[in-house]
């Protein structure tokens, strides 16, 4: 792998959320803040909660892994497929890149992105809590590995869309569902017995169990196998996505 030619392209792809910064970051600080006020502080203040853990505190890890996701595969899908749609993508293809150089540097931006969003978020719920990780490595493995696995995830929609209501087909319909009850806002033990082990199915619980768990170190699932379920995801997601830019799908005539 060349490292002049994957800092092209990462350069690229950073360069290109930073130039609509109300968009790309200011937007989703602005959504997140207005979680933590609503579900975090005004509502929070009167849930009795778990006992030694207070509502804004539980709900947080949440809040921010729904922004996380949101920057990573808009970044991603957006622009490969208005690469596509301008053609710009074909000079990519013609020259001298790799498919996985090409890869990187979509992901790279995509987790920069994300990341940015993040710390934003972050700084803004020290504002209203102690948002302090309990488990700083665990905290940052979360992050970074959720922000590439939607990273992967944009690409293939960047692929996959025709049309630019295509974009945000997955993420309305099935993403943010997903995130909404993949216990965001709620333990698992507060639902009928009948529906926790549906929810256990869920895999956006074992990202949001995890990235609790690094922050105020409460957790209702196996951290190991969530862990090594996410990794194998991004390795799965990685090679999926590999095989299409190889085949040319859709990027060819």
């Avoid at 020290?126 to 309990?134: K, N, Q, R, S, V």
């Avoid at 970074?144 to 929609?157: E, K, M, N, P, Y």
């Avoid at 956006?204 to 105020?216: P, T, W």
Wanted: aromatic residues 14%; without cysteine.
């Amino acid at each position: 792998m060349n490292m002049i030619r994957l800092t092209t392209v990462s350069r690229r792809e950073i360069q290109r959320f930073l130039r609509i910064p109300i968009q790309t970051l200011v937007s989703p600080w602005i959504s997140a803040t207005l979680y933590i006020l609503v579900f975090g502080v005004i509502v929070g203040s009167r849930i009795d909660f778990l006992e030694g853990i207070d509502y804004i505190d539980f709900v947080f890890p949440g809040i921010l892994m729904l922004q996380l996701i949101g920057g990573a595969v808009g970044q991603s899908s957006s622009s490969l497929y208005f690469q596509r749609w301008t053609h710009v993508i074909d000079e990519m293809l013609s020259s001298p890149l790799s498919y996985a150089e090409m890869i990187f540097g979509y992901i790279i931006g995509a987790v920069a992105r994300a990341l940015a969003v993040g710390m934003g978020i972050y700084v803004i719920a020290l504002l209203f809590t102690d948002a302090t990780p309990d488990h700083v490595f665990a905290f940052l493995f979360y992050l970074v590995t959720i922000a590439i696995i939607f990273s992967l995830i944009g690409l293939i929609i960047g692929l996959w869309a025709e049309k630019f209501e295509h974009l945000n087909v997955l993420q309305s319909f099935v993403i943010t569902p997903l995130i909404y009850v993949g216990g965001v806002f709620n333990s698992i033990d507060m639902l009928p017995e009948s529906m926790q082990g549906i929810a256990r199915l869920n895999p956006f619980f074992y990202m949001v169990d995890g990235l609790r768990y690094s922050m105020i170190s409460y957790s209702e699932s196996p951290l190991v196998a969530g862990a090594v379920g996410l990794v194998t995801v991004a390795v799965v997601l990685f090679l999926t996505v590999w095989t299409l830019f190889h085949r040319g799908w859709k990027l060819r005539a």
